[in-house]
């Protein structure tokens, strides 16, 4: 199983990315993936996750809205839509899948991680 993100970059604050993560393998594409993001010296944090079928998305606090996490299995994709974007967003961000039906808030809870992708928002 491998994941590969994209979609990083340099935006100001206020402006919008997209990242995306496309998965090798058929069973990954139904596997229950997330995006957790990580500053350095930082535990990597929760993002959004989102359920093998895409009809349940969960989101930590901090995203208040700003943020749109979904899926095309058919494309073995998930994407996470960034919007409003703040500069302590700043961050390495990873997608990562799990074979557990439920949707986890820790690292611990996924198998598979991506290599990350660089989020720089400037004020």
């Not at 990083?8 to 993560?21: D, N, P, T």
């Not at 997330?34 to 929760?46: L, M, S, V």
């Not at 996490?69 to 997608?95: F, G, H």
């Amino acid at each position: 199983v491998q994941l590969q993100a994209s979609g990083g970059g340099l935006v100001e604050a206020g402006g919008s990315l997209r990242l995306s993560c496309v998965g090798s393998g058929r069973t990954v594409s139904m596997y229950t993936k997330a995006w957790f993001r990580q500053i350095p010296g930082n535990e990597r944090e929760f993002v959004a996750g989102i359920s093998g079928h895409g009809r349940t998305t969960h989101y930590a606090d901090f995203v208040e809205g700003r943020f749109t996490i979904s899926r095309d299995n058919a494309e073995n994709t998930v994407w996470l839509q960034m919007n409003n974007l703040k500069p302590e967003d700043t961050a390495v961000y990873y997608c990562a899948a799990t074979r557990e039906f439920n949707i986890g808030y820790s690292s611990a809870d996924y198998t598979y991680w991506g290599q990350g992708t660089l989020v720089t928002v400037s004020s």
